[in-house]
């Protein structure tokens, strides 16, 4: 394969009708370290939104279970992009996913803003911060955008924007409004860049927190009440990300797709893992009837006993993740 051979399949495609495809394959072909970084800091951000950062907290999940919770996250988004939202793993990992968030009292708001991060970030990362090896073209942003309008749709998500600009103007106005520091949301944002530093080594980590801090633009980092990174450090972290993408541009394209089970950082699931059986289950979850949970102490919540990721006839012998 040449180094645009992917760009130009995706422009052989529709933008509407091949949404999935598309997005799938600039997230585990053409950028999926960059796509990996950008859906982070998007999930990330919606901390530091009150309603959403005090409701993770009083979950415990994103700090009592910081890696299970990372994990469950990326694998069932990564399980929907991969396999669409027809009967499979694409659809068991929505139903998993709805059946999680339908549990708790979330806004539709709420809910629009989350969605909003998933459209926009990717093209800020790329687009204009410059850390992609190439831009997204317009094609590409209206691709993207169409996916997540169809999972917000899958989601029962209403008023959901039509188009990048209208996600992008949505996303800016619901931060101008509603960042702003809670207990809850710095309890998850210490949590989930404690674990960040665990990917690196240790020697790293002091460097990897200023890394990423300085990464953050100055609403978000006030709304954490973190001191804001030194321009040095901003301008180190933009330059070393820029040289990164000059390297990658000169780099053969990526055959095989890079898929979230093989991201070193998930480590709940060695033997891999059935999406209809990971995450969390609340109360009001129905359970599968061969799956063993446990209560989460402090919370409302049952997780997966150790060992129940897979069923048992599957999870007798060891096996790669699917």
Known sequence: MKRFDWYDEIHRMDAEKDAQRITFILSAHEFPWDMSQALGLALYRTYAVPSIGGLLGDTEEF??????????????????????????????????????????????????????????????????????????????????????????????????????????????????????????????????????????????????????????????????HYEPASGFWKGAARFALKARAKVVRRMAPRVEPRTEEQNPNIKSYPEGFDPSRIGTFPMKCPVPHDLRVVEVSGSRDRVPAPGQALPPKESEQPRQQA
């Open 63 to 224: 700090t009592d279970r910081t890696q299970h919770r990372y994990d469950d996250t990326a694998l069932l988004l990564g399980q929907m992009l991969r396999y669409g939202f027809e009967p499979g793993r694409g659809r068991d990992a929505l139903r998993r996913m709805n059946q999680m968030h339908r549990s708790y009292d979330i806004s539709n708001e709420d809910y629009l803003y989350v969605l909003s991060t998933f459209v926009v970030m990717p093209v800020r990362w790329l687009n204009d911060w410059g850390f992609g090896w190439r831009r997204l073209s317009e094609h590409e942003v209206r691709a993207n955008t169409n996916y997540y309008r169809s999972l917000g749709k899958h989601m029962a998500i209403k008023d959901i924007p039509e188009t990048y600009q209208e996600f992008l103007e949505l996303f800016e106005s619901y931060e101008a409004e509603h960042f702003a520091f809670s207990e809850g949301g710095r309890a998850v944002s210490d949590s989930t860049l404690d674990l960040m530093l665990t990917f690196s080594s240790a020697w790293q980590r002091p460097l990897m927190k200023r890394f990423t801090l300085a990464l953050m633009e100055d609403h978000l980092v006030e709304a954490f």
